[in-house]
């Protein structure tokens, strides 16, 4: 029978959501080894550009324009939305690249971001049930995350560092009447992950670290980049898997120098060895 004291160490799974510019797709720069990105944000490029990361680029398309109201799905009719194709050739990237073994000669697969790649979704489940251009029904949005969560248990499946980004929210959670056995109304601030209802339970399920990226200036205006990575009463959904790592810890990085092993790299790297000693 197995016991844990000989379990191996695990790779990392990491899930890093923040808000925009708060360090995320420059975290994935620290991490050891060879590194390929599916890119979903174009922004992500500019970011990673002149470094060694191969990657597969896949941006939403152009979408259907035309004003739809929401009480009585009026619509114009001014043009005729085109097939939205983003998902299904990412879906055939996935799985024929490890059907093939395409991921074997990498370290670490990174997706940038969830957050775009579940609109991509949205379009195609829209356009599937012809429906594209109308607004969501809830039926959409849960074979949405449905979808997006087969992603992302097809994608860890490979023992490869994964590294995801997302964004957050900083507002009040509203809570309903059954949940706290009185009226419904508006409960604390929090630092809500900006993905659809399901899906702010679900993924997190999936990765090791769960972790929020920000940053803040010191006194002379410079900015530092931070990693959350355990919970406070503002982001309840953070987990950490490595006692050896602080709630907070400072992921700033120094660009005259090899970004491998610093920030999130170096943080990992340090709870490694400090786990195996």
Not at 111 to 118: E, K, P
Not at 193 to 203: D, S
Request: charged fraction near 25%.
């Amino acid at each position: 029978m197995p016991n844990a004291q000989d379990a191996p160490m695990t790779v990392n799974t990491i899930l890093n959501v923040g808000s925009t510019g708060s360090g995320k797709t420059n975290g994935f720069l620290t991490l050891p080894g060879k590194k390929f990105m599916y890119i979903f944000d174009p922004n992500a490029l500019a970011t990673l550009r002149g470094h060694d990361v191969e990657y597969e680029l896949f941006i939403p398309e152009q979408l259907d324009l035309d004003a739809v109201t929401l009480k009585a799905l009026n619509r114009d009719k001014f043009s005729k939305p085109p097939e939205p194709k983003t998902y299904p050739m990412f879906e055939n990237h996935l799985e024929s690249g490890i059907d093939s073994g395409f991921f074997d000669k990498f370290d670490v697969v990174g997706l940038d971001s969830i957050t775009t790649l579940t609109a991509v979704v949205l379009d195609r489940i829209l356009w599937l049930n012809s429906r594209t251009g109308e607004h969501p029904t809830i039926a959409d949005n849960v074979a949405t995350v449905n979808t997006v969560i087969r992603v992302f248990r097809t994608l860890i499946t490979p023992n490869k560092t994964i590294y995801i980004t997302g964004h957050v929210d900083y507002k009040q959670e509203s809570y309903k009447a059954t949940e706290v056995g009185g009226a419904e109304g508006s409960g604390k601030m929090l630092n809500v992950m900006y993905f659809l209802g399901g899906l702010r339970k679900r993924l997190p399920i999936l990765f090791s670290e769960v972790w929020l990226s920000y940053g803040e200036p010191d006194k002379e205006e410079k900015m530092h980049y931070f990693v959350r990575t355990q919970q406070d009463r503002y982001n309840p959904y953070l987990r950490c898997s490595s006692r050896f790592i602080d709630p907070v810890e400072d992921v700033t990085v120094d660009w005259d120098k090899p970004l491998e092993g610093q920030g999130i790299g170096g943080l990992l790297e340090r709870a490694t060895i400090a786990a195996g000693s």
